[in-house]
């Protein structure tokens, strides 16, 4: 993949965050408003329980986009939440339960929906993303044609994810890819294309996020943090499955044609190595969005209010019209 040209706007400089390090690779001197990425940045579009869900296997390509949003072509007010309270792992003898957004009319429309797969921040629960209103937010999205009709997976990472173990050992990566992921792609009806999937977290969330995404760029086309912590330590996370090590290592990024977004708000001290692995990234050439907000902290009310960002940008480049879905009826594409 050619390298393009970076384009950066920061507003509002200040000075270095406390015990940022000011070695070359180190975060340069923040602002209060930064966005990097490799092409002119997107103006975000503003944006402020059914049947049940049929059950049909599925097992990718072609990112389509309509030019102008169109209203949801669906009578229904909103999607559905179904909790899948038991859901006990093979991986680790725990119960990883689960919720999974369907958006309205899942089961009339027949069609394969893209999906985004969130993960919640330490000492929350699988009910995080719908707290901060994601759910809520994806709703009126969808019906002012504002967002594109998505399938969001809210799982609980239980003790394996607050667990420093990584393959071959059991460990968080493990249950996503061998268990949740082959679950989710049998019981609904998704559209199996890494492009049309999609990873993120909140804090700790947002560690897991990059450290599977990254080393999954096949399975996983977008990744997103917010207010993710990268730990800098080979005997806390070994440099195999560290988001900073393989943002300076990493063979498969310069070719993964990654789309990656991360925010943090300025007082959020998560935000140093975000800063840190952004810097990395930069150096490389890498493409990528990070962006400082500078107002909130490490906290419920920041994230709340960027939701709607963080939705969509995910759904940057999935379809708006459920016509351009594929069918249901068919093997994913």
Request: include cysteine; proline fraction near 11%.
């Amino acid at each position: 993949m050619p390298v393009q040209k970076l384009f950066i706007v920061i507003v509002f400089v200040f000075t270095c965050l406390p015990l940022v390090s000011c070695d070359p690779m180190a975060p340069q001197p923040t602002a209060a408003v930064i966005i990097i990425t490799d092409v002119p940045s997107r103006t975000p579009v503003p944006t402020p329980t059914t049947a049940a869900p049929t059950r049909t296997i599925a097992p990718t390509r072609a990112p389509v986009q309509t030019a102008t949003p169109t209203p949801f072509p669906c009578a229904a007010e909103g999607g559905q939440v179904i909790r899948f309270d038991r859901n006990p792992s093979q991986v680790v003898d725990e119960n990883l339960r689960y919720r999974v957004y369907i958006p309205p009319c899942y089961v009339e429309t027949q069609r394969r929906y893209p999906y985004a797969l969130l993960l919640h921040g330490q000492a929350a629960t699988e009910s995080q993303w719908e707290d901060l209103g994601a759910v809520s937010v994806l709703d009126q999205g969808i019906q002012l044609g504002a967002l594109p009709p998505m399938i969001l997976v809210m799982p609980f990472w239980g003790v394996v994810g607050n667990t420093n173990a990584f393959p071959p050992d059991p460990s968080y990566e493990t249950v996503i890819l061998d268990e949740l992921i082959p679950a989710i792609e049998r019981d609904f009806c998704t559209w199996n294309d890494r492009e049309q999937r999609a990873i993120a977290g909140i804090s700790r969330g947002g560690f897991w996020a990059f450290s599977i995404g990254l080393r999954h760029p096949d399975i996983f086309g977008i990744i997103g943090g917010h207010g993710a912590v990268f730990p800098d330590d080979p005997q806390v996370v070994p440099p195999a499955f560290s988001p900073l090590d393989m943002a300076l290592n990493s063979a498969l990024l310069p070719e993964a044609d990654l789309r990656i977004y991360m925010d943090n708000a300025a007082e959020d001290l998560a935000g140093q190595s975000q800063q840190l692995f952004s810097s990395r990234l930069s150096a490389r050439g890498i493409r990528h969005t990070y962006i400082i907000n500078p107002v909130g902290g490490h906290n419920a009310d920041y994230w709340s209010a960027h939701v709607s960002e963080y939705l969509a940008f995910y759904g940057q480049e999935w379809p708006r019209n459920v016509s351009e879905l594929p069918s249901c009826l068919e093997p994913s594409p």
